[in-house]
């Protein structure tokens, strides 16, 4: 069973940054497709940022230029570097990824989030 852990979240002022990690763990053969969605309170779950097999990457428009996502296929771990941060950014972050397993065909899991908060 595939599990995707998050963390590096936080508190941070405006203007700071922050380190998401997520980490895939289980009998994992291939990241297809990895991802960070993010949910403020009362509002629906949002894509910030993707990265696909090939390196490619797409963002949300709202957080271009300042947040990057990365993976290290090594370590089935994904990464979202997060700067210039604002309190709009105020959100749980959860982590998605399409993977392919050795137990099961292409799947999609979710991490279970972790609370950014961006306040002075």
């Known amino acids: 069973q595939v599990q995707l852990v998050e963390s590096g979240g936080g508190l941070v002022q405006p203007g700071g940054s922050l380190r998401l990690s997520c980490g895939a763990s289980?009998?994992?053969?291939?990241?297809?497709?990895m991802a960070w969605y993010r949910q403020a309170p009362g509002k629906q779950r949002d894509m910030v940022a993707g990265?696909?097999?090939?390196?490619?990457?797409n963002y949300a428009d709202s957080v271009k230029g300042r947040f990057t996502i990365s993976i290290d296929n090594a370590k089935n771990t994904a990464y979202l570097q997060m700067n210039s941060l604002k309190p709009e950014d105020t959100a749980v972050y959860y982590c998605?990824?399409?993977?392919?397993?050795?137990?099961?065909?292409?799947?999609?899991?979710w991490g279970q989030g972790t609370q950014v908060t961006v306040s002075s």
């Open positions: 289980g009998s994992i053969f291939s990241i297809n497709y």
């Open positions: 990265i696909g097999s090939s390196g490619t990457t």
């Open positions: 998605f990824g399409r993977i392919l397993s050795r137990a099961s065909p292409l799947s999609v899991y």
